[in-house]
């Protein structure tokens, strides 16, 4: 996705880091991401329970060309990607943030202008990593969490935050929730996803050996069936809503999730409260 300079004048803005102060995340709980060896045994009365299926995101990469020459010399070999894809020994997969969220402020809890306590009675932001899922086929990864009831959104992966417009969710203690797909690509061209490898990153960005994320969201289904290792647990499909413009306050670049049927090419425009958070009204476009 390509951005116009006011935009990125925007993010370069909003990348200076802010992190969260040791006292505001110690008052409260860290959420889990279950192995496939510590599934808990009936939902837990005090907490929800969160099922995500990740897509996989690439199987392959550029192919690098090295023009070694003088360079091996004094160490600074020159290196060069071409248009050829080598496939990889093992696919890659992503990394999600979800963070607990002050609807009415619009922003992570106790950031910004949320006057929400961090309390005992939420979960901390958490990455739902690589490597603790509860089974795994092909093209998907199936992940288990439990956290405190509440508001969550989906903030971002390692590298891009979603606060140019994200969903967020509401979750009850006692209950167990199907949060969907989330298909998660590096805008470089390598998704494993057709419709997700057309987009590309600013080449403001990629002349600066940045690439942004972005995300498209399948919508959880009543009929979707979760892996055998889940099937003692009744899962609803969660209800999404936007969440857009939210502070960007772990320093990562700036993205959104895509809008259903959003195509490389298509414009939106970032509306007034775009402009109270320091950023550009103007289009959007490939």
């Known amino acids: 996705m390509k951005l116009i300079k ?5 993010l370069v803005c909003l990348t200076s880091t802010l992190m969260i102060a040791p006292g505001q995340a110690g008052a409260q709980e860290k959420a889990t991401v279950f192995k496939s060896n510590r599934i808990p045994a009936g939902q837990p009365a005090e907490h929800a329970l969160l099922w995500v299926r990740m897509a996989k995101h690439s199987d392959h990469r550029w192919k690098i060309n090295a023009n070694i020459g003088l360079g091996i010399l004094v160490g600074s070999v020159k290196t060069e990607r071409t248009e050829e894809k080598e496939p990889l020994k093992k696919p890659l997969w992503p990394t999600i943030q979800i963070a607990p969220f002050d609807i009415e402020a619009n922003e992570f809890a106790g950031e910004g202008s949320s ?13 739902i990593r690589e490597k603790r899922f509860i089974s795994e086929d092909a093209d998907y990864r199936h992940y288990l969490v439990r956290v405190r009831p509440g508001t969550y959104v989906i903030g971002g992966t390692r590298s891009t935050c979603f606060c ?14 199907n949060l969907g797909t989330y298909y998660i690509a590096t805008e470089n061209g390598l998704s494993y996803w057709p419709d997700l490898a057309g987009f590309r990153t600013a080449d403001d960005l990629t002349d600066r050996g940045l690439v942004t994320d972005t995300m498209r969201l399948g919508e959880p289904l009543a ?34 999730i895509l809008p259903e049927g959003w195509q490389p090419g298509d414009a939106f425009e970032l509306d007034a409260d775009a402009n109270d958070r320091g950023m550009s009204s103007a289009d959007v476009t490939e």
């Open 115 to 127: 006057t929400k306590a961090f309390a005992k009675t939420l979960s901390r932001p958490v990455y």
């Open 223 to 256: 009929t979707d069936e979760a892996p055998g290792a889940l099937a003692s647990f009744s899962f609803t499909p969660v209800e999404y809503e936007d969440a857009a413009f939210f502070g960007n306050y772990f320093g990562r670049l700036v993205n959104r």
């Open 164 to 177: 140019w417009g994200s969903k967020r969710f509401t979750v009850e203690a006692g209950e167990a929730y």
């Open 6 to 10: 006011p935009v990125l004048a925007a």
